[in-house]
C-alpha cells in the first residue's frame, strides 16, 4: 500500500480456530455459548478439513424428542447451492426448520410450506406469492415508509433507548400486519408470540424448566385463533388485503383452507418478523464497528443501498442454517450419502467462504459481486419476501442515517441463544436527540 492509495477498508473481523476438527460439535450447546471469534473459527476449521462432517445429534431440552441419527453438516457455500437446486433429492417435507424431527402435525403447522415438497409447496407458494408481486410490493411502500418515520418519532426526543425493541423490532411485524390486513390492537400478541416460536432455544424467552412444545404450541394457537376469526370476517366482507385475496382466490390451484391459512400465517410472522429485525439490528452494530464503511453509506445513501443492504444480510445471516432429508442413496462434495439421511445447510458459513467472498471477514458495504445464502439457496425455496426484506432493511437505514446520523451503541448486545436464528435481543444505543416529524 502506497501512501497515494491509502487503504480505507475496514479491518477484517478477528477469528480464533482454537478448536481442533475432530473436537466440533455443532449440536452442542457449549459451542454456541462460545464466543463469536471461536465459533467462526471452528466453521473455517470445518470448511478447510471436513467441510461434509458428520455431525451427532442432541435431545432436545425441555421436550419429549429423542436424539435422531445425526446429520451431515455442509459448510461451503458450493455445497449449499447444490443440495438447494436439488429438491428431488434433498427434500424438505421431513423437516426443514428443526434439525430434530418434530411430530408431522408440529412442522407442519409452524412450517407449512417451508416444511413441504413440490406439488404441495407450489400450490401453496403459487397462491401466497400474490401478496409479494413488484405491484403488491409497491402498494406496501407508502406503508414503509410511513411507519420507519413513526418509529423514529415514537424514540428520537428522548436521546436513548433499546435499538432491538424500540428501532428494529417494529417495522418488519408492522409491515406483515399491514400486508395482511390484521389490526393495530393485535401487534403486542403478535410481538410475544412469534418471539416465543422463533426463541425456543432460549431459556428466557421459553421460562427455565418450561415445555417447549407445549409453549410453542400455546403460541401458534393464538395466531392460528386469530387468523380464523379474520378469515371468518372476511368472507363476509372481503378487504384488499392479502387475507381475502388468499381466501378468496379464483385459481387452478384453488384458494387456500383456513388451516392452510393460519399455517401460512405462522409462517409469515415467523419467518418475516425476526429475520429482518435482527437483519437491521446486526446492520447496525457493523456500521458502528466500522466508522469507515458508515461514512461511505452516509455520504452516498442512494448509491450505495444496493450492496450495503446485500452486505448486511450476508454479514447478520439471520437464518442460520436450514435442513434437507435425502430422498435417495446419493454423492455431495464427495461424501456418499444413504437415503433418509439428514443434511444441515450452514448459511453462516457459507457466507464466510472464502472461495466465493474476498476477505469474507471484512465487512464492506460495497462488496460485489455478493452472491450470499442469507436468503437461501437458488430452489423452490428461496426466500419469499427477500424483496420486501431488502426494502425494509433500506428505508429503516435511510432514516436512522439521516435522522440519528451520531447514533451509537453504548453497551454490550444482549444475544440471543439459539443455533438457528442469529439473533440479538436487546441493544442500548444513544444519539442526539430530535424532532418528530411533522
Ligand atoms: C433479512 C430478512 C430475511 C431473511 C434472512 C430470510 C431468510 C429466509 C431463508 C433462509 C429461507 C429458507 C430457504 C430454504 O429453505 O431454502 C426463507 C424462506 C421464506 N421466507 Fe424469508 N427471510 C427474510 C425475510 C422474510 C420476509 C420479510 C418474509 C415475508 C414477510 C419472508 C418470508 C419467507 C417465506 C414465506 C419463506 C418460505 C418460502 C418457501 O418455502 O417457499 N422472509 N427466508
Known amino acids: 500500500m502506497t501512501p497515494e492509495s491509502p487503504d480505507l477498508r475496514s479491518p477484517a473481523m478477528e477469528i480464533r480456530p482454537v478448536l481442533a476438527v475432530d473436537d466440533i460439535d455443532l449440536s452442542d450447546r457449549n459451542f454456541w455459548m462460545r464466543p463469536h471469534a471461536e465459533r467462526e473459527g471452528g466453521f473455517e476449521t470445518l470448511r478447510q478439513e471436513r467441510p461434509v462432517a458428520w455431525m451427532k445429534e442432541q435431545e432436545v431440552i425441555g421436550a419429549p424428542i429423542p436424539a435422531g441419527p445425526g446429520y451431515w453438516a455442509l459448510t461451503r457455500h458450493a455445497d449449499i447451492l447444490e443440495a438447494s437446486r436439488n429438491p428431488a433429492i434433498f427434500s424438505s417435507a421431513r423437516g426443514a426448520t428443526s434439525i430434530q424431527d418434530l411430530p408431522p402435525e408440529f412442522s407442519e403447522f409452524f412450517g407449512g410450506m417451508i416444511n413441504m415438497d413440490d406439488p404441495r409447496h407450489g400450490r401453496q407458494r403459487r397462491i401466497v406469492s400474490r401478496g409479494f408481486t413488484p405491484r ?31 428501532i428494529a423490532a417494529p417495522l418488519p411485524l408492522e409491515i406483515i400486519a399491514d ?97 429482518t429485525r435482527n437483519a437491521v439490528s ?59 439421511d439428514k443434511v444441515v445447510l450452514w448459511y453462516n458459513s457459507g457466507n464466510r467462504d472464502s472461495a466465493v467472498f474476498e476477505d469474507p471477514y471484512r465487512f464492506d458495504v460495497l462488496r460485489t459481486p455478493n452472491e450470499h445464502v442469507g436468503f437461501g439457496g437458488p430452489g423452490p425455496h428461496f426466500c419469499l419476501g427477500a424483496n420486501l426484506a ?49
Request: proline fraction near 4%; include cysteine; charge should be negative.
Open 390 to 438: 431488502r426494502r425494509e432493511i433500506k428505508v429503516m437505514f435511510e432514516r436512522i442515517l439521516r435522522r440519528m446520523p451520531d447514533l451509537e451503541i453504548t453497551g454490550r448486545p444482549d444475544y440471543l441463544e439459539s443455533n438457528f436464528i442469529h439473533g440479538i435481543k436487546r441493544m442500548p444505543c444513544a444519539f442526539t436527540p430530535g424532532s418528530p416529524s411533522a
Open 136 to 166: 403488491a410490493l409497491a402498494k406496501l411502500e407508502e406503508s414503509v415508509e410511513r411507519r420507519a418515520d413513526a418509529i423514529i418519532d415514537r424514540v428520537i426526543e428522548r436521546g436513548e433507548c433499546d435499538f432491538v425493541h424500540d
Open 282 to 340: 446486526h446492520g447496525m452494530k457493523a456500521l458502528c464497528d466500522n466508522p469507515g464503511e458508515r461514512a461511505k453509506w452516509s455520504a452516498d445513501f442512494e448509491g450505495v443501498a444496493s450492496t450495503a443492504v446485500e452486505e448486511i444480510v450476508r454479514w447478520s445471516s439471520p437464518v442460520i442454517f436450514m435442513r434437507r432429508s435425502c430422498t435417495q442413496d446419493t454423492v455431495l462434495g464427495e461424501q456418499a450419502m444413504k437415503e433418509g
Open 179 to 275: 400486508m395482511m390486513g390484521i389490526p393495530e390492537s393485535q401487534n403486542e400478541m403478535l410481538f410475544r408470540n412469534t418471539n416465543i416460536i422463533l426463541g425456543l432455544g432460549d431459556p428466557e424467552l421459553v421460562g427455565e424448566g418450561g415445555n417447549i412444545i407445549a409453549t410453542a404450541l400455546g403460541a401458534g394457537a393464538e395466531l392460528a385463533a386469530l387468523m380464523k376469526e379474520m378469515a371468518a370476517e372476511r368472507a363476509e366482507t372481503p378487504g384488499d388485503d392479502l387475507t381475502s385475496q388468499i381466501l378468496n382466490a379464483e385459481l387452478e390451484d384453488g384458494a387456500l383452507t383456513g388451516e392452510e391459512l393460519a399455517s401460512f400465517f405462522v409462517l409469515l410472522v415467523v419467518a418475516g418478523n425476526e429475520t
